[in-house]
């Protein structure tokens, strides 16, 4: 399944603790309705994947955990600080993100998401894309998943 995601707005009860990119991957699945915590997190991911669309670092202080790492698919490691300032700022404009072999694998509480994306975004006004395999960990924080 292949998704592309337009800005939109983003309520997020979990956290995000970890994001980390690669290389190219295939297969595709998508969670099971009885398999809450994935179902839960393919929604946050939407509303991630939206909130940094619209640069909007409020949103994504709601989804990414406080010590969360965001490693870029060129290998660059930013704190959650450091990523949303960088936002704010205007430094890198997300375009889209379009998804796809995206798998959710629920440990107890705990969701481990791979996938495969291509990102368009202007890093310091120069267009950049990028094709890479992702994987995303959400884990329980105080409130939710």
Do not use: W
Not at 38 to 45: C, G, N, Q, W
Not at 138 to 145: F, H, V
């Amino acid at each position: 399944m292949t998704r592309r995601h337009a800005g939109v707005s983003v309520a997020a009860a979990g956290r995000a603790v970890c994001l980390t990119l690669a290389a190219p991957v295939r297969a595709a699945e998508t969670p099971n309705q009885a398999d809450a915590p994935a179902a839960e997190v393919a929604k946050l991911e939407d509303a991630r994947r939206a909130a940094m669309i619209s640069a909007d670092p409020a949103a994504l202080e709601s989804v990414f955990a406080a010590d969360c790492t965001y490693i870029h698919s060129n290998g660059i490691s930013q704190s959650r600080a450091d990523l949303l300032g960088m936002l704010a700022r205007g430094e890198i404009r997300y375009r889209a993100f379009t998804v796809e072999a995206v798998q959710y694998r629920a440990y107890g509480a705990t969701v481990v998401v791979t996938g495969m994306q291509t990102i368009e975004l202007t890093n310091s006004g120069k267009p950049f894309s990028s094709r890479s395999r992702y994987t995303v960990v959400y884990a329980p924080a105080a409130g939710g998943l």
